[in-house]
């Protein structure tokens, strides 16, 4: 005995796979994240930023509004392309609007050798450090 499901019950379906696989990839990358990068409240992040390579992860426009003092923009969509131009030896820092696309990059930095990779803990929007905003 064969069950029919209706439109709408195949809709469901196809919806609830779709969001478990939304939620499953977000929680591997989240984990992922984690486990290659360690998260930094701003304290930490200003304690070693004179030391490291501070990366916006961001795109151009969002960082030639504001970002943080001396930070360099690779935009995600170009991070594959650009993060050769790290150094390996010194430790990178990553930030943006909150904390996912930074731990894409840190996953990329890690598979590509990076050992120290820092992820600044609720991104640009909470910093309370030094920023330099656009001239108007």
Do not use: C
């Not at 696989?21 to 930023?49: C, P, W």
């Not at 990366?55 to 943080?68: L, T």
Request: hydrophobic share 40%.
């Amino acid at each position: 005995m064969l069950l029919k499901i209706s439109v709408l019950g195949w809709i469901n379906i196809v919806l609830i796979i779709f969001l478990a696989y939304i939620g499953g990839s977000t929680l591997y990358t989240y984990f992922r994240g984690r486990s290659v990068a360690k998260l930094m409240t701003n304290d930490e992040f200003k304690a070693g930023m004179r030391k490291a390579q501070i990366i916006d992860v961001r795109e151009k426009n969002s960082f030639d509004a504001s970002h943080i003092l001396g930070a360099r923009n690779i935009p995600y969509g170009q991070f594959k392309f650009y993060m050769q131009s790290l150094s390996k030896d010194l430790p990178v820092y990553l930030y943006d609007d909150g904390k996912a696309l930074s731990t894409r990059a840190a996953v990329q930095l890690h598979k590509a050798g990076y050992k120290q990779i820092g992820i600044l803990k609720g991104g640009f929007t909470n910093w309370d450090g030094k920023k330099k905003k656009a001239k108007l």
